[in-house]
């Protein structure tokens, strides 16, 4: 198998991001920061994703963090001078996350330890996510006064229920991986170092088959949230 690897940036944002045996693999690279989204990494991911989608080579993607965090939240330190105002005059994360739901390619998201807030939101951008036993998963913006800016009132809602959902957004508590598995936010749950293993493994196996129907199903199945059933 041929091995790409795609220098991005030369930001300490940058993510990682090999190609090989048809599986784009891209990693969030801000280990200091425990894999916060700020401007920069969010739009190297989006650029990374887009290269993803346009070169032939690539059957599937992969997203994944480190052992300690997929990504830790929003970048805080990047937000807090921000107004209201500012953000939505800026359309803080849309243009990114708009690139990345236009992804035509299946998306897993391969999560160990954190995914919170943006990461969160992140991690149900994908089309699935596959999770260790360390996984935590939460939206807890209401600790800071503030509501999940990318999704994580709209997806996690469809994803585990009003119930829950409204439990995790108001409260700012935390799902393990095994609540997570039970609610259906994660497809399965394996130990951490079988984690990427298990991803990559789930990728290949849909990088094996067609790539026509394999995009036909991810976009059916994405049209089963927005479309009445007939």
């Given at each position: 198998?041929?091995?790409?690897?795609?220098?991005?940036?030369?930001?300490?944002?940058?993510?990682?991001?090999?190609v090989?045996?048809?599986?784009?693999?891209?990693?969030?690279n801000?280990?200091?920061?425990?894999?916060?989204?700020?401007?920069?990494?969010?739009?190297?991911?989006?650029?990374?994703?887009?290269?993803?989608q346009?070169?032939?080579?690539?059957?599937c993607?992969?997203?994944?963090?480190?052992?300690?965090?997929?990504?830790?939240?929003?970048?805080?330190?990047?937000?807090?001078?921000?107004?209201f105002?500012?953000?939505?005059?800026?359309?803080?994360?849309?243009?990114?996350?708009d690139?990345?739901?236009?992804?035509?390619?299946?998306?897993?998201?391969?999560?160990?330890?954190?995914?919170?807030?943006?990461?969160?939101?992140?991690?149900?951008?994908?089309?699935?996510?596959?999770?260790?036993?360390?996984?935590?998963?939460?939206?807890?913006?209401?600790?800071?006064g503030?509501?999940?800016?990318?999704?994580?009132?709209?997806?996690?809602?469809?994803?585990?229920?009003?119930?829950?959902?409204?439990?995790?957004?108001?409260?700012g508590?935390?799902?393990?991986?095994?609540e997570a598995?039970?609610?259906?936010?994660?497809?399965?749950?394996?130990?951490?170092?079988?984690?990427?293993?298990?991803?990559?493994?789930?990728?290949?196996?849909?990088?094996?088959?067609?790539m026509i129907?394999?995009?036909?199903?991810?976009?059916?199945?994405?049209?089963?949230?927005?479309?009445?059933?007939?």
């Amino acid at each position: 198998a041929t091995t790409e690897i795609y220098t991005l940036s030369l930001h300490d944002a940058l993510p990682i991001f090999d190609v090989d045996n048809h599986i784009a693999l891209v990693t969030l690279n801000r280990p200091d920061a425990m894999n916060a989204l700020n401007d920069q990494l969010m739009t190297e991911l989006a650029d990374a994703l887009k290269s993803a989608q346009e070169n032939e080579k690539v059957r599937c993607i992969v997203i994944t963090g480190s052992e300690k965090a997929f990504a830790a939240g929003a970048d805080i330190a990047m937000m807090r001078d921000k107004s209201f105002v500012d953000v939505f005059a800026g359309d803080l994360f849309t243009p990114e996350t708009d690139q990345i739901m236009r992804v035509r390619k299946p998306i897993i998201a391969a999560v160990s330890g954190y995914a919170l807030g943006g990461g969160c939101e992140l991690a149900m951008m994908c089309d699935f996510i596959i999770c260790s036993e360390s996984a935590k998963f939460g939206q807890p913006e209401i600790n800071l006064g503030v509501v999940a800016g990318i999704g994580g009132t709209q997806r996690l809602t469809r994803a585990i229920g009003k119930s829950k959902a409204m439990d995790m957004n108001l409260t700012g508590r935390f799902m393990d991986a095994a609540e997570a598995e039970r609610a259906g936010l994660v497809s399965r749950v394996v130990p951490v170092k079988k984690l990427m293993e298990e991803a990559m493994g789930a990728a290949n196996k849909i990088a094996s088959k067609s790539m026509i129907s394999v995009m036909a199903i991810k976009e059916s199945v994405n049209q089963a949230f927005e479309v009445p059933l007939r």
